[in-house]
């Protein structure tokens, strides 16, 4: 007697079934692990690291001549033949360079990696992280205007135990004095009770604060827009980043931005001259 012939028919589907799911899950697998094994030896090459390269080989379970050559063939490297920049997070450097060749280095700033979490109408979370990977010069500014984001306002009321508002077009915020704040045309406006306005300077240090209240004023107005605080040239990066000068230059060197790479005027002032747009940005 066939041992089989008594075996129902969904056995047989259903082991099927486990063995093409397992398949998958390997093929899954072993796709992650190349994924992640690219994604360090890129960061070993940028980083000039041969200690790294052996470890996450190693550490991989990669031996075979073959796979190794399929993942120096696959992994993206600084294009060939054209300048790039690379960041390193850790060193808190810039190198400027086309194969060994360094044009230019210099100290920046990087994120600070806090996180600023404030209740203002919803609960939000900030991180200031300067971002990983592969970037690229998307465009070039002389003498940026910095529009700063909402946490700029947020962090501020909450170093000076501040209330926020985020006032709206055609919305008025009562002052302490009797007058009220309003956006009249591109500016943030006092209107005093005898009926004459009066625009809020911008800029960093002269944000708009009645009593205990801070008031963010809306996107388009004069008063959302900063000059001076990037300092007088910008790389963008796309996504808010950057790399771009600083009001602060003692800042250079430590963690302490939002996540921008931050130079020295006179470094950005010189690479904004000699870096296109489309140069590739390794930071890590």
Known sequence: MNPFRSTPRSVYV??????VAAAATGAFGYSTLQVRYARDITRGVLDHSRDLLNRVRYGAGVTADSLRKAMAEATPGP????PYIVVSIAD???????GDTVFYTTRV???????????????????????RGRLTVLNKD?????????????????????????????????????GEILV????????????????????EGREIIDGTTLIVPPYGTNQRKYRGTLGGHRLNLGDGYALH????????G????????????????????????????YIY
């Open 245 to 252: 000068g600083t009001d602060e230059p003692r800042s250079v």
């Open 92 to 98: 808190r450097r810039m190198w400027y360079k086309l």
């Open 254 to 281: 430590a963690a302490t931005s939002h996540g921008c790479v931050r130079l020295r005027n006179e470094d950005i002032d010189y690479l904004y001259g000699i870096v296109p747009v489309g140069t590739p940005v």
């Open 14 to 19: 259903l082991g099927g079934v486990a063995i």
């Open 142 to 178: 002389a003498g940026p205007v910095w529009v700063p984001p909402d946490w700029h306002f947020v962090e501020i009321a909450d170093k000076k135990k501040l209330t926020v508002v985020m006032l709206k077009r055609g919305q008025t915020v009562k002052t302490a004095d009797g």
């Open 109 to 131: 700033a990087v994120g600070s990696g806090k996180t600023l979490v404030k209740q203002v109408g919803k609960t939000d979370e900030y991180k200031f992280d300067t971002p």
């Open 184 to 203: 009249d045309g591109a500016d943030v406006v006092k209107k005093f009770a005898d009926g004459h306005e009066v625009p809020y300077e911008s800029g």
């Open 79 to 82: 294009d060939a033949g054209k």
